[in-house]
């Protein structure tokens, strides 16, 4: 399955907050790479877990993830103990014109263990693999309306996003299952100054949402608004449901609508030249940050 990430979302924690959590459990978690036929069997059958597959027409093969590892890719494995419950796998990407970038995949943790920094941990390991290939730019794909997935990777990580793909990967079962496979591609400088002040602390963005330059403020009704504003400032918020499974599990319509309503906002604003820059819950709400300054 064509994915990077499932964690669930840390409503209601500061970066502060979530590091330190993180800490505590990343204790007892050892992040080494992959790098024999048996390690990949263990990631091919950890796939079925963290995306809860019935079957094994989206899992990608062992032998495949060797050929990854073998041919410039980067393959990491979070351990508690010897038990496998994490990985974050990808390759090296060509962007044309002698350029390149490294392209990352897909990234799983075993249900038991998310909600517990593993993700954070995982990709801090695969940032300092890929400046160690002399490269400075990882990309990644995921659905943006898991805003545990944005947190980690829009507030937290500092990466930005200025692209949106329509149903990327068509039909898809598991937690995918039901509706369009839309994905933001995201984009991850690893050394820039943006990411090296997200990574420390120092610049977390935005701490509160105002009302004002919200676009597409919900009714009471838990529907998008049918209307969304015109963007006419340097720096607007995007509302997205906030959480998105529990949504699709009691009301798969209203999951829908929100899909569509949000797509065709992200697709329109990314053609008017704005940037998601940050992530934020707020009140047991959350909203995208966009910028046209960046």
Same mark, same amino acid.
């Given at each position: 399955?064509?994915?990077?990430?499932?964690?669930?979302?840390?409503?209601?924690?500061?970066?502060?907050?979530?590091?330190?959590?993180?800490?505590?459990?990343? !204790?007892?978690? =050892?992040?080494?790479?992959?790098?024999?036929?048996?390690?990949?069997?263990?990631?091919?059958?950890?796939?079925?877990?963290?995306?809860?597959?019935?079957?094994?027409?989206?899992?990608?093969? $062992?032998?495949?993830?060797?050929?990854?590892?073998?041919?410039? %890719?980067?393959?990491?494995?979070?351990?508690?103990?010897?038990?496998?419950?994490?990985?974050?796998?990808?390759?090296?990407?060509?962007? %044309?014109? %002698?350029?390149?970038? /490294?392209?990352?995949?897909?990234?799983?943790?075993?249900?038991?263990?998310?909600?517990?920094?593993?993700?954070?941990?995982?990709?801090?390991?695969?940032?300092?693999?890929?400046?160690?290939?002399?490269?400075?730019?990882?990309?990644?794909?995921?659905?943006?309306? *898991?805003?545990?997935?944005?947190?980690?990777?829009?507030?937290?990580?500092?990466?930005?996003?200025?692209?949106?793909?329509?149903?990327?990967?068509?039909?898809?079962? %598991?937690?995918?299952? $039901?509706?369009?496979?839309?994905?933001?591609? =995201? *984009?991850?400088?690893?050394?820039?100054?943006?990411?090296?002040?997200?990574?420390?602390?120092?610049?977390?963005?935005?701490?509160? =949402?105002?009302?004002?330059?919200?676009?597409?403020?919900?009714?009471?009704? $838990?529907?998008?608004?049918?209307?969304?504003? !015109?963007?006419?400032?340097?720096?607007?918020?995007?509302?997205?449901?906030?959480?998105?499974?529990?949504?699709?599990?009691?009301?798969?319509?209203?999951?829908?609508?929100?899909?569509? /309503?949000?797509?065709?906002?992200?697709?329109?604003?990314?053609?008017?030249?704005?940037?998601?820059?940050?992530?934020?819950?707020?009140?047991? &709400? &959350?909203?995208?940050?966009?910028?046209?300054?960046?």
């Amino acid at each position: 399955m064509f994915r990077h990430e499932w964690i669930p979302a840390f409503a209601g924690m500061t970066i502060q907050q979530d590091l330190q959590s993180a800490a505590t459990s990343m !204790s007892n978690i =050892v992040i080494r790479p992959i790098t024999d036929a048996a390690g990949c069997t263990a990631v091919e059958k950890l796939q079925y877990d963290a995306w809860r597959m019935t079957d094994n027409l989206e899992v990608v093969p $062992g032998h495949m993830l060797l050929t990854f590892h073998k041919n410039g %890719g980067v393959l990491l494995g979070a351990y508690a103990k010897e038990r496998l419950v994490g990985f974050v796998a990808g390759f090296v990407g060509w962007m %044309g014109y %002698g350029r390149f970038k /490294h392209a990352s995949h897909m990234m799983g943790i075993h249900p038991d263990f998310q909600g517990r920094g593993i993700g954070q941990q995982l990709k801090l390991a695969q940032r300092q693999a890929v400046q160690q290939q002399g490269l400075d730019l990882i990309t990644w794909t995921y659905d943006p309306l *898991e805003t545990g997935n944005a947190r980690l990777n829009i507030h937290k990580l500092g990466a930005v996003c200025r692209t949106y793909i329509p149903n990327l990967y068509g039909t898809f079962e %598991g937690i995918n299952a $039901g509706l369009p496979t839309d994905r933001f591609q =995201v *984009e991850w400088q690893i050394n820039s100054a943006h990411v090296e002040n997200r990574l420390a602390g120092k610049d977390v963005g935005e701490t509160a =949402v105002p009302e004002y330059l919200i676009l597409n403020p919900s009714g009471e009704n $838990g529907r998008p608004c049918e209307s969304s504003k !015109s963007a006419t400032d340097a720096s607007h918020f995007v509302q997205v449901p906030d959480r998105f499974q529990s949504l699709k599990a009691r009301d798969l319509p209203l999951a829908l609508a929100w899909r569509l /309503h949000t797509r065709q906002l992200f697709t329109d604003l990314f053609a008017q030249n704005y940037t998601v820059t940050n992530f934020i819950l707020q009140d047991g &709400a &959350a909203f995208y940050q966009l910028t046209n300054r960046i």
